[in-house]
């Protein structure tokens, strides 16, 4: 089992950078393949962007690609997303969710497929 913690968030202008972390506990971190997900108020939670546990293949969600960028420390047990360009379009809760894989090539585009999910944390772009 993992516990996954969420941090970074804030209020920022259009066009400013964030960079969310995802802290995770247990010592098989390095076999969760992970995912942010983000939140808008009255919308539903949407996938943003996949890392397998290799850290090797990404995948991203054509409303960030090019702005948003996801890695991992499996060192660290911590998973990033770095938000560049940021909109007020891209604010929302955001959450990390992981799934335990032996697969090390392998990352998850829907909600279903995760096993275990962050309080969230929250991002608010506005001018």
């Known amino acids: 089992q993992v516990q996954l913690v969420e941090s970074g968030g804030g209020l920022v202008q259009p066009g400013d950078s964030l960079r969310l972390s995802c802290a995770a506990s247990g010592r098989t971190f390095s076999s969760y393949a992970m995912g942010w997900f983000r939140q808008a108020p009255g919308k539903e939670r949407e996938f943003i962007a996949a890392?397998?546990?290799?850290?090797?293949?990404?995948y991203y969600a054509d409303s960030v690609k090019g702005r948003f960028t996801i890695s991992r420390d499996n060192a660290k047990n911590t998973v990033y997303l770095q938000m560049n360009s940021l909109k007020p379009g891209d604010t929302a809760v955001y959450y990390c969710?992981?799934?335990?894989?032996?697969?090390?090539?392998?990352?998850?585009?829907?909600?279903?497929?995760?096993?275990?999910w962050g309080q969230g944390t929250q991002v608010t772009v506005s001018s």
């Open positions: 969710a992981a799934r335990q894989t032996l697969y090390s090539g392998h990352y998850y585009l829907t909600e279903v497929r995760y096993d275990y």
């Open positions: 890392i397998s546990w290799s850290g090797g293949s990404t």
